[in-house]
């Protein structure tokens, strides 16, 4: 390739990052939210009803204006464009999750690129860096994989339907803002959730949600500890979304808990990325963020699984594994039956 498409090629990923970054101020701050209410509005109207500074709100306006989120249909007078509509929460399939990853991203490689220097791998505290991040967390990992549990997950995954025939208990590890358990809960009305998460924010957003949808006779929350948990009774299902890296540095007494509460004939359904046993593979275009986020995950102190390795623990609990693979491959859920 010449050097000066090479140049063109760099310029346009790194406006891409910029526009992310835009759009991120946008959400957070419900800038997108209120032009949409509004149709259109002068920065200082906008100021006002969001609580933000007029300054800084008509700077972003300019910004935002520049990479085309926002029409000027009058001079200082500001309406979302189709693609700044894309930024609203409540329309299906919006692209809030990329503008809060991208944005989420530039933090962690900043981090990165200091503590590369001293190996330190500071844990889940990081995360609490970011004030504006942490409240975003969950509805972005919703966005990113409430699509897929629809499309590719929750009919093919047959513990769900086969629990919910007779009735039974999911309870959902490390549930972050309970997006999954919504779901489950909201498709089977034969099922009951408790959600567990370490995070108090997660379980606040996960109980307003659960209010809003009017699951909160079947579904619970509790912030609480994956090592150290207490239910009543054996369960039906344990589910663990991307969080099982999380605890794999103990994964042998992770996966005693499971199967010690799950009942006979019960499952536990874990979805984790598959880091792929191909290197190349890492190259494909929906894996390329793996890699990334995979460095990430180290400085949390994790890493990314193969399939195999939760196959192999489940062999050593006596749990039986079943894989399905999804996301083209880039995503994996592993269940495992305890006997009857
Ligand atoms: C990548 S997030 C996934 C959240 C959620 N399952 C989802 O799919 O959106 C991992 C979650 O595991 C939780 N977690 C990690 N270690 C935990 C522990 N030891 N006890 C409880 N929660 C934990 C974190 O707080 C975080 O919400």
């Known amino acids: ?85 894309t930024f609203l929460d409540d329309q299906p399939g919006n692209l809030i999750s990329f503008a809060v990853q991208s944005v ?31 409240p975003w967390f969950g509805p972005m990992l919703e966005h990113m994989f409430g699509p897929l549990l629809k499309s590719e997950v929750i009919d093919r995954v047959s513990v769900f339907s086969e629990v919910n025939a007779q009735g039974g208990t999911i309870i959902d590890l490390g549930c972050g803002n309970g997006w999954y358990l919504r779901a489950i809960i909201g498709r089977y009305p034969k099922l009951r959730g408790i959600g567990l998460d370490g995070f108090e924010e997660n379980i606040e957003q996960a109980v307003r949600a659960a209010e809003r949808e009017g699951l909160t006779n079947r579904l619970t929350f509790a912030v609480g500890d994956i090592y150290n948990f207490h239910v009543d009774e054996p369960v039906n299902i344990i589910a663990m979304n991307r969080s099982l890296h999380h605890v794999w540095d103990q994964k042998k007494k992770i996966f ?20 792929p046993l191909e290197y190349r593979d890492l190259r494909m275009p929906d894996r390329r963020a793996l890699a990334f986020q995979n460095l990430s995950e180290h400085v949390l102190g994790n890493h990314f699984l193969h399939a195999d390795e939760i196959v192999a623990e489940l062999n050593a609990v006596g749990l039986k594994p079943e894989v399905f693979s999804i996301a083209g491959g880039r995503d994996v859920v592993v269940t495992g039956m305890r006997s009857k």
């Open 256 to 275: 005693a808990i499971l199967r010690d509460h799950l009942c006979p004939g019960g499952s536990v359904v874990i979805w984790e990325p598959d880091w």
């Open 1 to 85: 390739m010449e050097n000066e498409e090479l140049r063109k090629r760099i310029m346009e990923q790194a406006q891409g990052a910029l526009s992310m970054s835009i759009a991120y101020i946008g959400v957070v701050n419900q800038l997108f939210a209120h032009l949409a209410d509004a149709d259109s509005a002068a920065p200082t109207w906008l100021a006002k009803k969001t609580g933000m500074n007029a300054d800084y709100v008509a700077r972003w306006c300019d910004a935002a204006y520049a990479f085309e989120y926002l029409e000027q249909p009058a001079e200082n007078t500001f309406g979302l464009t189709p693609l700044g509509h």
């Open 104 to 134: 989420l991203s530039a933090h962690m490689a900043e981090r990165t690129a200091g503590l590369m220097r001293t190996g330190e791998c500071p844990g889940e505290k990081i995360l609490n860096e970011w004030e504006t991040i942490l």
